[in-house]
C-alpha cells in the first residue's frame, strides 16, 4: 500500500454510522441508508429504518432494530430475519456465514439460505460500546473490554485471552489480529492461537478491518499503513480521518467530518475476478481483469494453483482504460481433485486469490441422473421410488437419501441405485427428496422430483334392481385402499381393493329406498346418490296392525376391471359393519334367484374388532325378522360414523386429531354413546339429518408408536358399528416435547429435543388459553428442561379430573420462519421437579456481593415464599472458584415462611469471570426435596474497581434435575369432546 492512492470519487454522508469491507467494494451505512461504493461507480440502498451495521460479502448484510436484511450487490433486497436484540454483524465470506452480536449471544447465519448455524452464549456480556465483533477465516473475533475471543465456524471457542488493557480497534492482516489498546499500544495475536506475534508502541485510533500486504491503521498524524512485522509507514494520497480497504488494498477510503472520499491504488487500480467454479483437465480457468483507470494498461498477469499444472501459466494482457478482458489459462495436468485455491498476481504482486474445484485426474467429477416417481397408493400413502444413476467415469463413495440416510457406500460408473420413501397422498402436489452424492472431500446435493398422481373419481349410476359404480384412477401407479360401501337396507361393508388399470366396477344389489354412499376410506373420495322407486331389492309382502313383515332378495356385490384382470376386490371386512348385513361376492350368472346374502351378525370378529367373511358354503341365510332392527326400518334412524385421524405420524408430544363423525341419515330421532377403550361418552340424541363430531387430542410420549383402540357405536343402547383401532407412528424428527402441567398454578415442565438437523428456538407456550413465557435454544441434537409458569393462572378453569390439556408451542426455525405446534401436555398436581403446594422458595444474589480484590464473595439469597415451614434446609456451592480455605455450607434446622439464609461464598482472588453450582437440600412434611441452581458473573482485580454494575450482572439460574425413575407412558390423550 505504499505506493500511494489516488482519489475517485467522494460524497457528503453526514454521520457514517457503520462500515462494511469486502472484496472489491466497501459499503457505508448512514442513517437509514446504505451506498456501496466499487470505484468508479456505486449502488445507494434506500433501507427505510436507521442502520446499526452493515456486513459486506457477495451479499450486502444491513442490522437494524431485531432484524437482519439481505440485499444484493445491485441493492436488490432479498429477505429480512428476526434477530433479536443485536448490536454488531460480521462476515466470513470464506465460509458463508454472518455473525450476528447480542449482549449475551452470539449467532451464525447462513447468508445464502438465512438458516443458523449456531446460536451460542457468549464466553462474557457485552454491549455496543464494550464490542468489536471482526469476520475472519477462522471464525469470528469478539473484543470485549480487554478480552480477545475467537469462536471457531462450529460455534466452540478457540481461544479466550486478556491483552490487560482495554481494546479500542480490531482488524486482521495477514493471518494475524491486530488490536489498538486504549494504552497507546499496537499488538498483534495469532488468529490460530492467540498467541502474542509483535506489540509496539503506537496511539492508533482505528484499524481497518482487514488488510492483505498490510492494514491501515488512522493516528494523531494520518493514516499509515501497518505490515505483518509491526513495522509502519506512511500512506500518500489518502486523506485524514478513519481509512478503510478491501483485502487487496485496491480501494480505500477515508471518512471525516461527514465527507467520504474513495480511492483507488495507483499501483495498478485493476480488478481481477474468477468466474470459473470448477475446471478438469483441458478446461481453462478464465480470469476477468477490469481496467478501473483512466489510461491503457499492459500488465502481466500470472496463476498458480495447488495440484494443478498450467499451461501456460503467465500472460500478457492490454487493457484500454474501463474496459475488462478475459484471460485464460488452460489445464494441462490434475494431481489432486477437490477444493483448492487459484493466486492470481499482476506484475508479480500477489492481487486476488479464489476457490476453485479441480475434478479427477484422470476421469472427472461427480456425473449423476436422478429419478423420482410415484410406485403406489397404498391407503392414503404414496410410495415413492429413488433412482441415482453413475454417469460419469469414476465411483462414488457414499450415496445416501437425507431423510431415512439410507444409500449405499460404492456406485460404480453405469451402475445404478434405488430407494424408497413415503409420502401422505395429495393429490397432483409436486414431492421431492434430498439425495448427498460424494466422492472423497467432493459432496453434491440433488433434490428430484415428480408430480403425484391425480386424485381417483367414483361414478354411480343406478338402475332398477342395483347400484353400479365405476372407481378410476390415471392408470400410472396401482391404488390400493378399502372401499366403503353403504346401502340403505344393507348396512355398511368395508373391503380391500387393488386397482391396478385404469378403472374398477362395481355391482351393489338395492334393497330400500334412501342415500346410497361408495368411498374410499384413505383417500378423501366418495360419491353418494339417493335411491328412489320400487324395484327387485326393495321390500315387498304383506302389512297390517300386527307388524311388518319383509323379504329381502339379496344381491352380492360383483367386482371386476373394466380394463384389466389385474383389478381385484378383497372379500374382508377390516372395519366393522352394521347390525344386518351385506355380502361381497359374485353375482349369479344363472338361475332366477340369487345367492342369499350373509348377516354380519353372523360373522366372526376379527382382530381388529369387525367382521371377518365365511367361505360362501359356510354363511347360512339370514332370518328376515331378526334383520327388521330399530334403525333399519322405514323411517328409523340410521347412524353412520367414520373416523378419520388428520395424520398417522407426528412428532413426539404433537397432537394428532383423533376426529369420530356420527351422522343420523335416518328419519327418527336415536340416542347415540361411543364406547372407546375403557370409557363411554353420551353424545346424545341425535335427530334426523343431524351430525355431530366426536374429537380429541392423543399425542405419542414414547416408543414407536401409540394405538387408538376400536369404537362401538350403541345407537338406543345396541351396538350398531364398531370402528378398527388406528396406529399414530412417531416420527423421528421435528421438536419432541414432553411436558407437564400443574393445575394449581399452572408452572409447566417441558422436556425438549430438537431432532433436526438445524437450531430451533422455543419462544413460548400456551395452555388452556394462558401464555407461558417458555423460552429455549436448541442446537441441532440438543436437549434440554425448561420450566415457567403461566400468566393470571386460573385454577378454576381447568379440569381437575382431566389427565391432559391441549397447548400450542411457538417454535422459531434457524431461517426465522414461525411455527405454532399442537401439543399435548401432562396434567400432575406436583410438575416434575417443582414440590408440592406451598413449597416454593426464591433465589437471588444478595447485595453484599463484591467478587474484587484479594477476598471476593457472592452472596446467595434462599427464602421461603411458600406456606409451609421447611426443615433439615442445607446449602453447599461447589466449582473451582471458591476457595476452600475459607468456605463451609449453611445448614438451618427450619426456616419458616418468609424465612431465608444467606449464604456467603467465598471467591479465589484472580478468578477471571468465575462461576460454580450450588444445592439446596430440605424436607417438607418429611418428604426430602433437592434443586441445583448456577451462579456466574464478573469479578475485578481492585475493589476500587467495584460496582453495582457488576454486582446486577451476576446472575443465579435454576439447573433442572434429570428425572431419574420418572415414567413415561406411550400415549397421552384429551378426553372427547363434541364440536
Not at 187 to 197: H, M, P
Not at 736 to 752: E, I, N, Q
Request: some cysteine; glycine content about 10%.
Amino acid at each position: 500500500m505504499s505506493d500511494g492512492y489516488r482519489q475517485v470519487g467522494s460524497f457528503e454522508s453526514g454521520r457514517v454510522d457503520a462500515v462494511g469491507v469486502g472484496d472489491g467494494a466497501i459499503a457505508l451505512g448512514t442513517d437509514d441508508r446504505v451506498v456501496v461504493a466499487t470505484g468508479g461507480d456505486s449502488v445507494e440502498i434506500d433501507h427505510g429504518e436507521r442502520v446499526v451495521d452493515v456486513a459486506l460479502a457477495d451479499r450486502v448484510l444491513v442490522l437494524s432494530a431485531e432484524a437482519l436484511t439481505t440485499y444484493s450487490r445491485d441493492g436488490d433486497r432479498i429477505r429480512q430475519q428476526p434477530v433479536g436484540d443485536a448490536h454488531a454483524i460480521a462476515a466470513v465470506p470464506e465460509t458463508g456465514l454472518v455473525g450476528v452480536l447480542g449482549p449475551d449471544r452470539l449467532r451464525a447465519v447462513d447468508i445464502a439460505t438465512g438458516r443458523e448455524r449456531f446460536d451460542i452464549e457468549r464466553t462474557r456480556p457485552g454491549g455496543p460500546a464494550d464490542d468489536g465483533l471482526l469476520g475472519t477465516p477462522s471464525g469470528f473475533v469478539i473484543a470485549t473490554w480487554s478480552f480477545l475471543t475467537r469462536i471457531d465456524p462450529d460455534g466452540e471457542v478457540a481461544f479466550d485471552r486478556n491483552l490487560e488493557a482495554v481494546v479500542r480497534s480490531l482488524g486482521r492482516c495477514d493471518g494475524a489480529i491486530v488490536a489498538a489498546l486504549q494504552n497507546d499500544r499496537l499488538v498483534s495475536a495469532d488468529l490460530e492461537t492467540g498467541q502474542s506475534r509483535w506489540q509496539t508502541e503506537l496511539a492508533a485510533d482505528h484499524i481497518a478491518p482487514v488488510g492483505d500486504s498490510s492494514v491501515l491503521v488512522t493516528t494523531a498524524d494520518g493514516i499509515r499503513a501497518v505490515d505483518p512485522t509491526g513495522e509502519t509507514t506512511s500512506v500518500s494520497g489518502l486523506s485524514s480521518g478513519d481509512g478503510y480497504a478491501t483485502a487487496d488494498g485496491s480501494l480505500a477510503c477515508a471518512i471525516r467530518d461527514g465527507t467520504v472520499s474513495i480511492h483507488a491504488h495507483s499501483r495498478d487500480r485493476l480488478r481481477i475476478a474468477v468466474p470459473t467454479d470448477g475446471v478438469g483437465v483441458g478446461g481453462t480457468i478464465d480470469v476477468e481483469v477490469t481496467n478501473a483507470t483512466d489510461r491503457e494498461r499492459r500488465v502481466s498477469l500470472t496463476a498458480a494453483v495447488d495440484g494443478a499444472t498450467l499451461s501456460p501459466s503467465e500472460r500478457t494482457a492490454a487493457i484500454e482504460a474501463g474496459e475488462t478482458t478475459l484471460v485464460d489459462f488452460p489445464v494441462e495436468s490434475v494431481r489432486a481433485e477437490g477444493e483448492t485455491e487459484v493466486e492470481l498476481a499482476v506484475d508479480g504482486s500477489v492481487v486476488e486469490r479464489a476457490a476453485i474445484d479441480l475434478d479427477d485426474a484422470a476421469s472427472g467429477g461427480i456425473a449423476v441422473e436422478t429419478d423420482l416417481e410415484a410406485t403406489a397408493i397404498d391407503h392414503g400413502v404414496a410410495e415413492l421410488a429413488v433412482a441415482v444413476e453413475n454417469v460419469g467415469g469414476v465411483a462414488l463413495e457414499d450415496v445416501r437419501l437425507r431423510e431415512t440416510d439410507g444409500g449405499t457406500d460404492a456406485l460404480e460408473p453405469g451402475e445404478t441405485w434405488t430407494g424408497s420413501v413415503t409420502r401422505p397422498y395429495e393429490p397432483d402436489r409436486r414431492v421431492s427428496v434430498g439425495l448427498e452424492v460424494a466422492r472423497g472431500e467432493r459432496r453434491r446435493e440433488y433434490a428430484p422430483t415428480c408430480t403425484l398422481p391425480a386424485a381417483p373419481t367414483i361414478d354411480v349410476e343406478p338402475d332398477e334392481d342395483a347400484v353400479r359404480a365405476t372407481l378410476e384412477t390415471d392408470g400410472s401407479v396401482p391404488v390400493v385402499d378399502r372401499l366403503v360401501i353403504e346401502l340403505p337396507g344393507a348396512g355398511r361393508v368395508r373391503t380391500e381393493v387393488t386397482v391396478e388399470g385404469d378403472d374398477l366396477l362395481l355391482v351393489v344389489p338395492r334393497f330400500e329406498d334412501g342415500t346410497a354412499r361408495i368411498g374410499l376410506e384413505s383417500i378423501d373420495v366418495d360419491e353418494r346418490v339417493r335411491l328412489s322407486g320400487a324395484g327387485p331389492g326393495t321390500l315387498s309382502g304383506p302389512s297390517g296392525l300386527g307388524g311388518a313383515s319383509r323379504s329381502r332378495s339379496a344381491r352380492s356385490v360383483r367386482s371386476e376391471s373394466a380394463t384389466t384382470p389385474s383389478a381385484t376386490a378383497d372379500d374382508s371386512v377390516g372395519d366393522g359393519g352394521a347390525s344386518d348385513g351385506s355380502a361381497v361376492g359374485t353375482e349369479p350368472t344363472s338361475g332366477d334367484e340369487p345367492e342369499p346374502a350373509n348377516s354380519i351378525e353372523d360373522r366372526p370378529e376379527t382382530a381388529a374388532g369387525g367382521p371377518a367373511v365365511a367361505d360362501a358354503e359356510e354363511r347360512p341365510s339370514p332370518d328376515p325378522a331378526e334383520s327388521a332392527t330399530g334403525d333399519e326400518t322405514a323411517g328409523g334412524p340410521r347412524i353412520v360414523a367414520t373416523r378419520r385421524p388428520d395424520g398417522e405420524r407426528a412428532p413426539v408430544g404433537h397432537a394428532v386429531r383423533d376426529r369420530i363423525a356420527l351422522e343420523n341419515e335416518g328419519e327418527s330421532v336415536a340416542t347415540v354413546a361411543v364406547d372407546i377403550g375403557d370409557s363411554t361418552v353420551d353424545v346424545g340424541r341425535l335427530a334426523g339429518g343431524e351430525r355431530t363430531t366426536l374429537e380429541r387430542s392423543v399425542a405419542v410420549l414414547s416408543g414407536e408408536s401409540a394405538t387408538l383402540p376400536p369404537a362401538s357405536i350403541r345407537v338406543d343402547g345396541d351396538v350398531r358399528e364398531r370402528l378398527s383401532e388406528h396406529t399414530i407412528t412417531a416420527d423421528e424428527d421435528g421438536v419432541a416435547v414432553r411436558a407437564t402441567v400443574d393445575p394449581t398454578d399452572g408452572t409447566v415442565v417441558a422436556d425438549l429435543e430438537n431432532r433436526d438437523d438445524r437450531p430451533r428456538r422455543v419462544r413460548g407456550l400456551e395452555i388452556a388459553g394462558r401464555a407461558v413465557p417458555l423460552e429455549a435454544r436448541l442446537a441441532a441434537g440438543e436437549s434440554t428442561t425448561a420450566t415457567a409458569s403461566a400468566e393470571r393462572w386460573d385454577a378454576a378453569g381447568v379440569d381437575g379430573a382431566a389427565d391432559a390439556l391441549e397447548g400450542v408451542l411457538e417454535v422459531t426455525d434457524g431461517d426465522g420462519t414461525e411455527r405454532r405446534i399442537d401439543i399435548v401436555a401432562t396434567v400432575s398436581s406436583v410438575a416434575p421437579d417443582s414440590g408440592d403446594d406451598g413449597d416454593r422458595f426464591r433465589i437471588a444474589i444478595g447485595p453484599e456481593t463484591q467478587v474484587a480484590g484479594e477476598y471476593g464473595t457472592v452472596v446467595l439469597v434462599f427464602e421461603n415464599e411458600g406456606d409451609r415451614p421447611l426443615s433439615d434446609v442445607a446449602v453447599s456451592a461447589t466449582g473451582e472458584p471458591i476457595n476452600e480455605l475459607f468456605y463451609s455450607e449453611a445448614r438451618r434446622e427450619r426456616l419458616e415462611p418468609g424465612d431465608r439464609i444467606e449464604h456467603f461464598v467465598d471467591i479465589e482472588p484472580g478468578v477471571s469471570d468465575p462461576s460454580f453450582d450450588a444445592t439446596v437440600r430440605y424436607a417438607v412434611d418429611d418428604a426430602e426435596r433437592e434443586h441445583a441452581v448456577r451462579a456466574a458473573g464478573p469479578s475485578v482485580a481492585d475493589e476500587a474497581d467495584w460496582t453495582d454494575s457488576h454486582r446486577e450482572r451476576w446472575s443465579i439460574d435454576r439447573v433442572e434435575n434429570e428425572p431419574s425413575n420418572r415414567t413415561v407412558p406411550s400415549s397421552l390423550s384429551t378426553s372427547f369432546r363434541l364440536e
